[in-house]
């Protein structure tokens, strides 16, 4: 039934051509094609003042092969180019369009009207819009003043600056459908004058008084039950790719009168057809109004009216219209900001300990926008300095070489330098030319660098002493995560993943030496997240997944023995990651209160002490001075603050309470909420920030971070129903209800609804809409895996119910939904190092109460993703790949038109939320690199956000469109 309705408000078109991009390639034979051969526009004037110029090149065009390229390089003078006056009538309505391509600067299209003694006597302009780099279409429309006797159509720039542009299909209609009125007097061979009519036994069209408008009108005389009464119109010229408006009166005894517009191209090619729904049996005069899009190829059509082959009536039909849309009057846009609504709580995912001027010291990496490398004494709890570093907002490998400097990594692939003892950091480069992350490092017997690195699971050195970095190559061919790393002598034990997960020694003198070290329980898909060097045995934690058997495997921390090369390691501790060496050689636990020594060298575990100190999420072996006691001393590190120290020689214990300094985290998932507030969450750990847009007031949460299972991570994507916000937040795919109305209370507000990740290796729920009761959600899967799931909440006080991979082996990251059916827009890609089985992403529709698939779409040959997804004016469904966009129909997935925002290169890479797109206000909204403004109904291109744009996620509050730019949220909304 869903379909149904959506139907309804839908035109049908019977037959067209192959959809082509209005923005890429529009047919036109008029004298603004600049296709005949030469530099000079032929059938144009110019006035370009050197070193002014207007010249015709083959290098860009969208219409043929040519165009007018105006460049301006004088700030005093300006470019003219002109047609030669042609004859209008006064009282007209006049149309012209062009296609304009922004390099630089501003220029315009104008209709120029002059009266018989050719001055000027009315001008109408439209300005480029701004868009760079990207063939824009524009419009203007004027009625020809009453002295009016002739007109000039005109391509100019300033006088006052400077600018390059290209112009193309620049075309003149008035658009007048002849004898629209059928006020002309008809003859015996012509019933309706400039009409082609059918006659026949029972049926026939004339016009006849009384008309709706005049004194005319159409009459449909239909008395046979098998043949239909028609009038089809003389050819009406149109702009190929856009809306046209259709307005016909229209009155009926019985039955309906049908209304169709047929296309046609260059010498007359049938193009297609689209039918009007008009209303049955209108016993009164009823306007009938639609709005239909004209195949990129027409140049004309005609407009049909028809009584039913099926039925008898006599019909009226008066005043047909049919004209180019005018579109939204928006052209410009105001801006602002609501400030940095996220604080970083500051997260960290890696630590160490030194000694600073005789005291001892925590670092770890802060992450931020940019991350920083933060110093805090212990004994006081006091950040003592903050290092920025520069390009990385997460960092992920931390060491302290011999030589005293610390030096870290994460993301972005670069490695930093810092000195302890002051100055900023110092960025050496990247080691791995091809990283875009660095996963760990750890430094070498000789104080060289290595780093483990993300894609293609690359090894690399930098050495100090030269300054200078080797690539040791990828350490697997099958994955693309070199994940965690460790040092033993002259080889490199690296976990990789994730579509092997296992580990690999290589031997750092001859990286060709490579020998796998299959898992204690091997997985089909996941990354070894951990490996630490422990005397002749390593820390390794193993991945959670699926075996072979098909059993689900929860990972481990596992003890591999180095020696006798086994995992069977009597003195593992499954769930935690002991400490690292002390200088007896051994290393420690804290379980259940107790101190656990292991001897790193024969594996002997022994209970050493009794202690209060928790375990922390950090446990270091740190040799310095603490209250006055110079010894080794075990420190338990936890984010919230909390720093136990146990005296390895005593075990006597000291606690101190350590908080690292926030920073502010960039933007990453921006949603419409309860109440119209925003739910704004960050990149690098668990954020939100509700924020009101009225005021930039924001309340963030949690009030601090948690390791709990059912608290919130990173979030992906939220979205309001009713007084209830629904959460999906990464990893593990966890979806949460949300009451604003209630305190924040963790683990019972939100609730945690489900774990995707646990029963269904999912990790990111990015798409959200809603429909009725229903919520629905869409994931991408975890690292490794392949086919995300479409998820349906049916209330608000019902669990989620999961449907895996509508489409085979691909992500759901974006949604949006009308009556019953839900639409989604995939991605190719799964999990990070997981290769896609499909070479396109696709469009799919999916009736939830038939829990049936009914159609699956790919429009662009090789698209990644479509990342926005949005019903659009007329409910066509429009979708978003990247700077592309597709109109499609949604009651079969047939594409109706394609548009090139921006010319961009699609790259073969792992691609999630590749744009976003939102509908205000008669405008597309679309997030890819910039925020574009796309009107749909006359394809004009704006750009109001031209670069800062960090994150492809928007929301619309009212008329405010939302975006990221790094850490602040920023905002735009139209000049009208």
């Not at 004037?45 to 219409?63: E, F, R």
């Not at 699926?546 to 003195?571: H, K, M």
Request: proline residues 7%; hydrophobic residues 40%.
């Amino acid at each position: 039934m869903a379909c149904a309705v959506v139907a309804l408000c839908l035109p049908t078109v019977a037959s067209s051509p192959n959809p082509a991009s209005a923005l890429e390639r529009v047919i036109t034979s008029s004298v603004g094609d600049f296709e005949a051969l030469g530099l000079a526009p032929q059938g144009w004037t110019v006035q370009a003042p050197s070193p002014n110029s207007a010249v015709v090149v083959t290098s860009t065009a969208i219409s043929g092969s040519r165009a007018l390229k105006v460049t301006d390089s004088s700030s005093s003078t300006g470019v003219l180019v002109a047609q030669p006056k042609f004859a209008v009538t006064a009282g007209r309505q006049y149309h012209l369009q062009g296609y304009s391509y922004t390099v630089s600067g501003a220029q315009a299209l104008s209709l120029v009207f002059f009266d018989a003694a050719g001055t000027v006597v009315g001008r109408s302009s439209v300005a480029s819009t701004g868009a760079s780099m990207v063939w824009s279409r524009v419009e203007t429309r004027a009625v020809a003043p009453a002295t009016a006797r002739s007109a000039s159509i005109q391509i100019s720039s300033s006088a006052a600056a400077t600018g390059q542009m290209y112009w193309d299909a620049v075309m003149l209609l008035a658009p007048i459908v002849p004898n629209g009125g059928f006020e002309l007097p008809r003859t015996l061979t012509a019933p309706v004058p400039q009409w082609t009519t059918t006659a026949g036994v029972g049926v026939s069209a004339a016009s006849s008084s009384p008309g709706r408008v005049g004194a005319s009108a159409l009459v449909l005389q239909d008395s046979s039950s098998v043949l239909s009464a028609a009038a089809t119109s003389a050819p009406i010229s149109v702009f190929p790719g856009v809306s046209h408006d259709v307005r016909v009166w229209v009155l009926a005894n019985a039955g309906s009168v049908g209304i169709a517009v047929k296309w046609y191209g260059p010498a007359a090619a049938y193009l297609g057809s689209t039918t009007v729904p008009s209303p049955t049996s209108p016993r009164s005069w009823s306007q009938v109004y639609a709005r239909v899009t004209a195949p990129y190829g027409a140049t004309t059509a005609r407009v049909v009216l028809s009584t039913s082959s099926a039925g008898t009536s006599t019909a009226r039909a008066d005043d047909v219209q049919l004209t180019p849309t005018a579109g939204s009057p928006v052209t410009s846009w105001t801006s602002g900001s609501l400030g940095e609504p996220l604080d970083s709580f500051a997260n960290s995912t890696t630590l160490d300990a030194t000694t600073i001027g005789g005291r001892a010291t925590l670092f770890g990496i802060v992450a931020g926008e940019p991350a920083e490398l933060q110093f805090a004494d212990v004994q006081s709890g006091v950040v003592t300095r903050r290092v920025p570093l520069p390009g990385l907002s997460v960092g992920w490998g931390l060491a302290q070489a011999p030589n005293g400097l610390i030096y870290a990594a994460g993301t972005g692939g670069h490695l930093y330098e810092v000195d302890p003892a002051g100055g900023p950091a110092r960025d050496v480069g990247k080691p791995a030319a091809g990283a875009s992350m660095i996963w760990d490092l750890e430094v070498d017997g000789a104080g060289r660098i290595v780093v483990a690195t993300y894609p293609d699971a690359h090894l690399a050195v930098y050495d100090p002493s030269t300054g200078t970095s080797t690539d040791l190559g990828a350490v697997s061919s099958t994955d693309e995560y070199a994940r965690s790393l460790a040092i033993v002598g002259d080889y490199a034990y690296v976990g990789v993943g994730s579509t092997d997960p296992c580990l690999v020694r290589v031997s750092l003198a001859d990286p060709t030496d490579r020998q796998r070290i299959s898992l204690p329980v091997p997985v089909s898909a996941g990354r070894v997240t951990a490996v630490e060097a422990l005397g002749r045995y390593l820390l390794v934690q193993t991945p959670s997944g699926i075996t072979a058997s098909g059993a689900t495997y929860s990972g481990e921390r596992r003890l591999y023995d180095l020696r006798n090369r086994t995992w069977d390691v009597p003195a593992n501790l499954y769930t935690q990651t002991p400490s690292g060496l002390d200088s007896r050689g051994s290393f420690y636990y804290i379980s259940y209160q107790q101190v656990w020594a292991v001897d790193s060298t024969t594996g002997a575990k022994v209970s050493a002490a009794r202690v209060t100190t928790p375990m922390g999420r950090d446990r270091l072996v740190y040799r310095g001075t603490l209250g006055g006691v110079t010894s080794e001393w075990l420190l338990s590190y936890d984010p919230v603050g909390t720093v136990g120290a146990i005296d390895l020689a005593t075990y006597a214990e000291r606690a101190y309470t350590v908080t690292f300094a926030p920073t502010k985290m960039p933007v990453k998932a921006i949603d419409e909420g309860v109440g119209g507030r925003l739910f704004v969450g960050g990149f690098g750990g668990s954020s939100l920030s509700v924020v009101d847009p009225a005021t930039g007031a924001r309340a963030q949460y949690p009030g601090a971070p948690s390791s709990a299972s059912d608290a919130i991570g990173e979030l992906e994507g939220s979205h309001a129903h009713g007084p209830v916000q629904y959460l999906g937040t990464y990893n593990d795919g966890k979806i949460f209800r949300y009451d604003p109305a209630q305190p924040w209370v963790e683990g019972s507000n939100p609730r945690l609804l489900a774990n995707l990740g646990t029963t269904l290796q999912q990790d990111r729920p990015l798409a959200w809409t809603s429909s009725g009761d229903r919520t629905f959600f869409g994931t991408v899967p975890r690292y490794g895996v392949l086919g995300g799931a479409l998820g349906i909440i049916p209330d608000d006080s019902s669990l989620p119910q999961v449907v895996p991979s509508p489409v085979v082996d691909q992500g759901i990251v974006s949604l949006a939904v009308s009556g019953n059916v839900v639409y989604g827009g995939t991605t190719r890609w799964g999990g990070i190092g997981a290769t896609p089985t499909q070479s396109t992403a696709a469009v799919f529709a999916y009736d939830f109460v038939q829990r049936k698939l009914l159609w699956t779409a790919k429009p662009l040959s090789g698209a990644q993703a479509y990342g926005g997804l949005v019903l659009g004016p007329g409910s066509t469904l429009w979708a978003a790949s990247g700077t592309r966009l597709v109109e499609l129909d949604p009651r079969t997935g047939a594409t109706r038109r394609q548009v090139m925002v921006y010319p961009e290169q699609v790259r073969q890479e792992v691609t999630y939320k590749n744009a976003d797109l939102v509908y205000s206000g008669g405008l597309l909204y679309l997030a890819a690199g910039k925020v574009y403004a796309i009107d749909p109904l006359t394809l004009r291109v704006s750009s109001p956000v031209a670069s800062g744009l960090t994150s492809r996620q928007l929301a619309v509050v009212g008329s405010r469109i939302y975006y990221a730019a790094g850490t602040a949220l920023r905002w735009i909304t139209p000049r009208l």
